[in-house]
C-alpha cells in the first residue's frame, strides 16, 4: 500500500490515550479490528462485467446525448487533478489549467477543451432560450478547439478513422457550426451584406464565402433551418452524407409571380463549415478570426482545409421534405380538379437551381394529383450518390381537369419556354437526351410529347357539311394547335407508369361520371370551344348552343374519340420507352389484369425497351418494386450517354453515343 492507503486505513484506529485501562481481550480486538482493515484497504481494484448496452452507452456517452461529460474528458481531467465539480465552479481557471498543463498530448486536451466549451455554451442557452454574445462565444470557442484537434496535432483525421474520439470532436464540430452559423444569420439584420470583416461577440467575423444559389439570382437566404432538427412523415427514407460541417435547408424568398411558366427551387441544402485561419497550432489558438463557408452539397463533396481535401457533410431530403410540407399541394390539386381555383395553367417545377451540366428528368403527375405524387421517386432519386451527380429532376404542375389535348399544348409551351430560357442555344447537357416520366394521365401526356399526330387527329372533329373553303380553314387554325403536333426533339427516354394509353373504363362509371359533372372548365377554355363551335358551323350558320366541351375525365373514357385516336400515334424513333404497370388482386393472366383503374391492355405499348409489372393499386409509382426500376433505367439511360459522374463530383459534359 502507498502512503495515502495507509493513512486513510489508520485514520480508523483509537489513539494511544483511549488505550488507557482497557482489558487486553480489548487490545487484541482492535489490533484485530485494525489488520482487517489494513488489509480490506489493500484491495483497491474490483471488476465487474457490464452489458452490451452498458457498454455501447459508455461508449458514445458525451455532453451532446447526455448532457454529461464523456469518459474521455472526465479522465483527462482526472489526469491534471481537476474534477467535474472544479470545472463547474471555475471554468476559466479549469480550461486555463487544461490548456498549459504538463503531461497531456494535444489530442486529449483539444478534444476536452472542445467538449468543456460545448458544455459551458449548451448551460449558457438552456438558462437564456437564446445564443447571446457570451453563447456565442462559447459555440466558436469549442468549435476552434474542435477544429484544431482535427487539423493541427500530430495525426491527421484519416489516422484517427476507427477512433470513437474523433467521431465525438467530429459531433462537437458540427454542433457547435450549426448554433454558431444560425446565430449570425439572427444578426444578419445588423450585419448587413456589404462589409469584408465584422466583429461579432468578441470574435472578427470574415466575410463568408457561398456558392448556394438560391434562384432569380439571390444567394441570401431569408430563412435557415438546421437540418439536424428535423423529422418527416411521408418520406420513406432520409438522404444524408456523413462528413464535416452543418447541414442547413437554405429557403429563398418566395419566387415572383413574372407570369413565366418555371419556378426554380427556392428550397435548397446548405452545408456550413467554419474555417479558423492559422499556420500553425499556437496562431489557430491564438485567432480572434472565423471565416464562414456556405457550401451547395450539390456542387460541393469536399473542402479543402489546410491542405487535406474534407469531405462535406449533406442532407438532400431536408429541403425537399420542408418545401413539400410547405405547399399546400393536396389542396390545391383538388381544388384545381374541380376548377374552384388554385391552378390555372402548368408550371415547370425545378427540384435544385438550374444546372445546365446535369440531365434534366420531366416528371408529370397524373388526375387530381400534383408533384405530391412523386414524393418519394424523386427523393429516391436524389438520394442516390450517381444519379444526384448526373440528373436534375423537373416536376411539371398542371391543372387535372381540363381535357387532355389542351394539357399537351400547354405543357409543350411551358416546357419550350423553360428550355429557350434557360439555354437559349440549346447545347446543354440540360437540354438534351432528357427523360420523360408520366404517371395515370401524366403519362398518357408523356407519350404524346414524344408522338407525331400528322393528321390522324381531326377525324374526332365532327365537322359540318358544307363549309366553305374559308370556313374550312379557319376551323384547321382554331384547331391545329390542339391536333397537330411533333415530338419533343430534346426527349430520348420516356417511362410510362399505369397510363391509360387506350383510356379505361373506369371513366364511364356512374361515381366517375358525377365527379365529372362538379368540374368546371376555365372560363378562357369555354370563350375557346366557343370560337370552336363557330368555326365548326360556319359563318352562315345560325348561332346555335356551343358544343360540350369533355373534360379530363370524360378523355380518360376508353370510348372516347379522342383517346382512341391518339393511342395508335406513332412514338419517335429516336424515343426509347419503358412501361411499368400495377397488377391489383390477379387472378389470371396478365393480359386479363389491371391495377384497378387501368387495364392492363390500356397501359401495355409493344415496342418497349422493358414492361415491368408490379403488384399494386394504381399509385404504382411510389412502390419500392417501380422506384428501383426508375433508377435502373436513369442508369442505362446515362451509362449509354457517357453522362455517369465520376465520384469526385466533377461535372463533365456527356458525350453522345
Known amino acids: 500500500m502507498d502512503e495515502a492507503q495507509r493513512a486513510s486505513a489508520t485514520a480508523f484506529l483509537p489513539d494511544e490515550e483511549s488505550m488507557k485501562g482497557r482489558k487486553p481481550i480489548g487490545i487484541i480486538r482492535v489490533v484485530t479490528l485494525a489488520a482487517l482493515l489494513l488489509t480490506a484497504g489493500c484491495s483497491m481494484v474490483g471488476v465487474k462485467h457490464i452489458t452490451l448496452k452498458e457498454y455501447a452507452n459508455q461508449r458514445r456517452s458525451d455532453v451532446l446525448n447526455t448532457r454529461t461529460l464523456s469518459d474521455s474528458t472526465v479522465q483527462t481531467l482526472n489526469v491534471i487533478a481537476l474534477s467535474r465539480d472544479d470545472c463547474a465552479a471555475n471554468f476559466p481557471r479549469c480550461t486555463n489549467t487544461l490548456l498549459y498543463s504538463d503531461g497531456l498530448d494535444d489530442e486529449r486536451r483539444l478534444s476536452a477543451l472542445s467538449e468543456l466549451w460545448l458544455a459551458y455554451a449548451l448551460q449558457q442557452t438552456d438558462q437564456n432560450k437564446t445564443v447571446d454574445d457570451q453563447a456565442l462565444n462559447d459555440y466558436l470557442q469549442s468549435a476552434r478547439y474542435a477544429y484544431a484537434y482535427l487539423f493541427y496535432t500530430a495525426r491527421d483525421p484519416g489516422e484517427r478513422a476507427f477512433e470513437t474520439r474523433q467521431s465525438q470532436v467530429l459531433d462537437f464540430y458540427n454542433y457547435a457550426v ?129 491542405g487535406q481535401t474534407i469531405p462535406l457533410a449533406a442532407n438532400f431530403t431536408a429541403p425537399y421534405g420542408v418545401w413539400l410540407a410547405r405547399s399546400g399541394f393536396a389542396k390545391q390539386s383538388i381544388r384545381s380538379l374541380l376548377g374552384r381555383g388554385g391552378l390555372s395553367k402548368p408550371e415547370v417545377l425545378l427540384m435544385q437551381p438550374y444546372d445546365p451540366n446535369r440531365l434534366t428528368v420531366i416528371m408529370l403527375h397524373g388526375l387530381a394529383s400534383s408533384p405530391e405524387a412523386w414524393i418519394n421517386v424523386v427523393n429516391e432519386v436524389m438520394g442516390d450518390e450517381q444519379l444526384r451527380r448526373t440528373y436534375q429532376v423537373w416536376e411539371v404542375y398542371y391543372p387535372t381537369n381540363v381535357p387532355v389535348a389542351v394539357n399537351l399544348r400547354q405543357i409543350r409551351q411551358a416546357l419550350d419556354e423553360t428550355l429557350k430560357h434557360f439555354d437559349p442555344s440549346g447545347k446543354a447537357v440540360a437540354s438534351n437526351n432528357i427523360v420523360l416520366i408520366g404517371h395515370s394521365m401524366g403519362g398518357v401526356i408523356a407519350r404524346l ?209
Request: glycine share 6%; charged share 20%; hydrophobic share 35%.
Open 178 to 306: 450549426s448554433q454558431a452559423v444560425n446565430s449570425f444569420f439572427q444578426r444578419l439584420p445588423e450585419l448587413g451584406t456589404d462589409w469584408s470583416r465584422k466583429q461579432v461577440a468578441g470574435w472578427s467575423l470574415l466575410r463568408p464565402n457561398t456558392d448556394v444559389y438560391l434562384g432569380s439570382s439571390n444567394y441570401v437566404p431569408t430563412e435557415l433551418i438546421p437540418s439536424a432538427g428535423l423529422r418527416f412523415s411521408g418520406l420513406r427514407n432520409i438522404y444524408q452524407r456523413d462528413g464535416f460541417g452543418s447541414e442547413f435547408v437554405a429557403v429563398g424568398s418566395a419566387p415572383a409571380d413574372t407570369g413565366q411558366p418555371w419556378r426554380e427551387s427556392n428550397y435548397v441544402p446548405l452545408t456550413a463549415v467554419l474555417e479558423f485561419p492559422g499556420d500553425d497550432l499556437a496562431s489557430v489558438l491564438r485567432t480572434d478570426e472565423v471565416r464562414l463557408y456556405a457550401k451547395n452539397p450539390y456542387l460541393d463533396s469536399t473542402i479543402q482545409l489546410d
Open 449 to 657: 410529347l414524344v408522338s407525331s399526330s400528322d393528321d390522324k387527329l381531326w377525324s374526332v372533329i365532327p365537322a359540318r357539311p358544307g363549309l366553305s373553303d374559308a370556313d374550312k380553314l379557319r376551323l384547321r387554325e382554331r384547331l391545329a394547335p390542339y391536333l397537330q403536333f411533333s415530338p419533343m426533339p430534346q426527349v430520348t427516354r420516356a417511362v410510362f407508369l399505369a397510363a391509360p394509353h387506350r383510356g379505361t373504363p373506369v371513366a364511364r362509371w356512374k361515381l366517375a361520371r358525377w365527379i365529372g359533372g362538379l368540374i368546371r372548365l376555365p372560363l378562357t377554355l369555354l370563350e375557346e370551344g366557343k370560337n370552336i363551335t363557330d368555326a365548326m358551323q360556319g359563318k352562315s350558320a345560325t348561332p346555335g348552343t356551343p358544343a360540350q366541351l369533355p373534360n379530363s375525365i370524360d378523355n380518360l373514357s376508353d370510348t372516347d374519340p379522342f383517346i382512341k385516336a391518339s393511342s395508335t400515334l406513332p412514338i419517335s424513333p429516336q424515343v426509347r420507352y419503358h412501361t411499368i404497370v400495377g397488377v391489383y388482386k390477379s387472378k389470371g393472366p396478365l393480359s386479363d389484369s389491371d391495377d384497378g383503374v387501368v387495364p392492363y391492355t390500356s397501359s401495355h405499348l409493344d415496342g418497349a425497351d422493358s414492361e415491368l409489372a408490379v403488384p399494386s393499386w394504381h399509385d404504382v409509382q411510389e412502390t419500392p418494386q417501380a422506384i428501383i426500376e426508375l433508377r435502373r433505367i436513369l442508369r442505362v439511360h446515362a451509362a449509354a450517354l457517357h453522362c455517369l459522374q465520376p465520384e469526385s463530383g466533377a461535372q463533365i459534359p456527356c458525350a453522345h453515343p
